[in-house]
């Protein structure tokens, strides 16, 4: 899978790579293929709105010598994305916009000292990117703002020719997913969800063990987001907590289900050739975490102690698969639970779990125990991802959450300089941001389910698999 | 809630325990309590059969001084039950009964080795069990047989006149828990699943700190059976496998959720005056390593190659409580995964998880982590349940999961010689074995909504909490 050559005729090599793909749809895993065209129980979806465009599963445009890039949003996500894209060769950052000028200025000097001379601010307001999407000669926009934004910002980007890179998630809601697609397929212009988590150091290797068939038939993902967040409630006029709190006031769902899906995902080759997400249902545990917070934290009266908190606790979803394959994904941000992304993967011949990491492989590992601490080195000896064997220690030195922003970045600039296929396609950020609005649903329904829109309208069968690239 | 005095009159102190428990359930978690009126977008359920008898939430017997006991299946579980009986005070082993006579004749011996020496072994097929209870003088029946005699045998225990103890799962079906709850009302014998999960020293501790409410309000609880069963299936014409495999043939769902399950119900004091369960979800995986087991361990054409599995590898359940807390639930005897139970509650003030043990209490754990290893012995020097306190050492001399089995036993014939209640009482049995039925049922609907029926007829709600007895 990951030795295909470098295709000449882009059309054509899909065809082939469809080819192949099928093939392994149509192996072992295949037994609940017809599931696929099943409704599930709930009522079949309307039509998927016609493309106006070509595909972009695979999308490459012209090498750049030189990218130059554009942010939106420089704020205590942003402002890393710029520090870390000053240390990349061939970049040169050419505007910054942000509604909070100290932070523009700040990353401007931080530019500028680092012989990024020619940086325009943009600091006029909540409208402002639409002046640098006009003004500047972009080649990306690297979009860091609240999440209301971002998709909104991403297909204006796109619509203004230039390549849209977005934190997670990518979009709030189905429409706002069907936004992206359909302007990316119209304009040819990239939209890649910067899911950072799938360039860390464990979750390559067992991208890389999972493409070796280490774990052999996949039947089982776990992921989730818990990370004590209520700490943010106390930003009120700016920052995260200012608008993040407002989510979990109105909603109720999985907030945030990217950075333990995207690497899960990736195992399973969702949207890549080999299965794809069908429906999913969610339940949320009671929302006591944030009131009782604020009640311990803020006076009576408070803004924070007058908002009713929507938004369960702990959110657990399950998703499954066109291929019948099983995903727990799990969002907690609210109780006083240790960090854990879950990252589980499962198959008939083994199970990798994060968290600490640890590895049965049958045949390989003694008894029914796990691989774990130092017992692990002999897989980082024996898998470690080319990828990182090659940047892990200047990722290390790099930071930026252990090293996975510096490759992540690094990883965008190269595919952009070498005219290469970027490693997450717009579909992707799509399949995965969009568990947030349909657990809500589910939530809503008691847990009925609800199915995943095919993003692809049906090319997700001939797209090429992520190559385990060096 | 563990202070309560001794009652003198039951019916009265239940009255006192429902004002009390209504005032636990109209407190801070009630929030989605209006949920459980509502069909949850499933049909409503039909009426439950009408009660042929009282509530047995709270049954107690008269004292007995000498416990005679009968067993039915005295194989690779029944036997352990017998071997440990024997070592308890007061009791006098009468009849054993097994299709299999050596087995029988085995722990026959062992009784008369250990001075019991009127035990009459019933051996005649299938149905000589009807001629132990008809015949023999028997205060209890403790029953080890595969599933599906389970809850037919446990009736026609208590029909007899004997008080009944089940190895999980109490039933398979909805039908045969209504005809436990209806059998247990009109006869007013105990019926006892012994969940002996419910009795290890981690279950244990960790209900006495949820008693304490070290966790704070509880949102969230986890459970799991996944070991690694599938050696089983080398047995074919006796042994657990011969009939157990057949289950992974014949149905898809959670096949055995009691040992997770239970001690987190207990944790939420699931059916007893706080909260109970509402409805599930459920998920279940492709069904692909029986099948490749059998391809390597067995010739072509063998039994195990011709049958077609339809058990998914693991099956992931989430249930909603009436209060509105999520329980997962998974199950998982196929894949080469370590054994694990989960053992997960989750609270307002901290978590704890197992496999391994970890704690971590917010005001108490340092920064956002676990105490584990040798962190968790402050724990168990503050906070070990009583009666491990009180049995601990003699219960590991014992054996038997780690002593589980041995407190659970000692626990059983205590309450029996000083007429107490059960610690498990034949509603929490069926609610926590209905979860199987209720996910086949949701796995074959795609996940919709299966509504759990109320075993108490709503008196669950008056019923007194599990206390922390030593």
Redesign the interface.
């Known amino acids: 899978m990951s030795k295909q050559r470098k295709p000449t005729n882009r059309r054509g090599f899909m065809k082939t790579v469809g080819a192949s793909a099928a093939g392994i749809a149509a192996g ?2 295949a ?2 293929k017809g ?1 696929a065209g ?1 409704n ?2 709930v009522p079949p979806d309307p039509a998927p709105p016609e493309s106006q465009g070509n595909y972009v599963g695979g999308l490459t445009a012209a090498k750049m010598e030189t990218v130059r890039v554009g942010f939106i949003g420089v704020g205590a996500r942003g402002g890393g994305h710029v520090n870390q894209m000053l240390h990349l060769e061939g970049t040169e950052v050419t505007a910054i916009c942000d509604i909070h000028e100290p932070s523009a200025r700040r990353w401007e000097k931080a530019c500028k000292d680092a012989g990024h001379t020619n940086v325009k601010v943009y600091a006029g307001g909540n409208h402002d990117y639409r002046n640098m999407l006009e003004q500047e000669n972009l080649d990306i926009v690297v979009i860091s703002t609240p999440w209301r934004w971002h998709a909104t910002q991403a297909a204006e980007t796109m619509i203004a020719g230039k390549h849209a890179f977005v934190e997670v998630p990518i979009a709030l809601t189905e429409e706002e997913c069907w936004l992206l697609v359909n302007t990316s397929e119209r304009t040819q212009k990239h939209c890649m969800m910067m899911e950072n988590v799938c360039y860390g150091r464990d979750e390559l290797m067992v991208l890389n063990m999972c493409r070796q068939r280490l774990f ?2 996949l ?2 993902g776990e992921a989730a987001y818990i990370h ?1 967040l209520r700490g943010q409630m106390k930003s009120i006029a700016r920052g995260t907590g200012s608008w993040r709190t407002n989510h979990h006031v109105h909603r109720d769902g999985n907030l945030y289900p990217t950075h333990g899906l995207g690497p899960v995902a990736q195992y399973m080759n969702i949207d890549r050739g080999e299965d794809a997400f069908s ?3 969610s ?7 944030r009131q ?1 917070y604020a009640k311990k934290n803020f006076p009576e009266g408070h803004l924070r102690n007058k908002a009713k908190y929507a938004c ?3 959110n ?1 979803t ?1 998703i ?1 698969t066109v ?4 995903i ?1 994904v799990q969002h907690d941000t609210t ?5 854990n992304r879950l990252n589980l993967i ?6 990798f779990a994060g968290f600490p990491s640890r590895i ?3 045949g390989r590992t003694d008894g ?3 691989d774990d601490k130092a017992g692990l080195q002999p897989y980082y000896d024996e898998f470690d991802h080319p990828l990182w064997k090659r940047m892990g220690e200047e990722a290390k030195k790099a930071g930026g959450h252990g090293g996975m922003d510096f490759v992540m970045l690094w990883r965008m600039i190269y595919c952009l300089r070498n005219g290469k296929p970027l490693d997450q396609n717009v579909y992707e950020g799509c399949s995965w941001s969009v568990v947030s609005p349909l657990s809500e649903q589910s939530v809503k ?5 609800a199915k995943f829109p095919d993003f692809t309208r049906g090319r997700w069968q001939n797209t090429l698999p992520l190559a385990v690239i060096s």
Chains 1, 2 share one sequence.
Do not use: C, F
Not at 283 to 289: D, E, K, N
Not at 445 to 449: E, M, Q, S
């Open positions: 072992a895993l037994v609940n599931a099943e599930h129980g052999g038939d039947v089982h004590d429906y999913l249902v339940m949320s545990s009671p929302a006591l975490g009782a369960g606790d702990i657990t399950l499954k291929m019948g394959r099983s727990m109780t006083p639970r240790p960090y499962q198959g008939t011949g083994g199970t049965h492989i049958e029914h125990k796990w329904n008691h847990g009925a389910p």
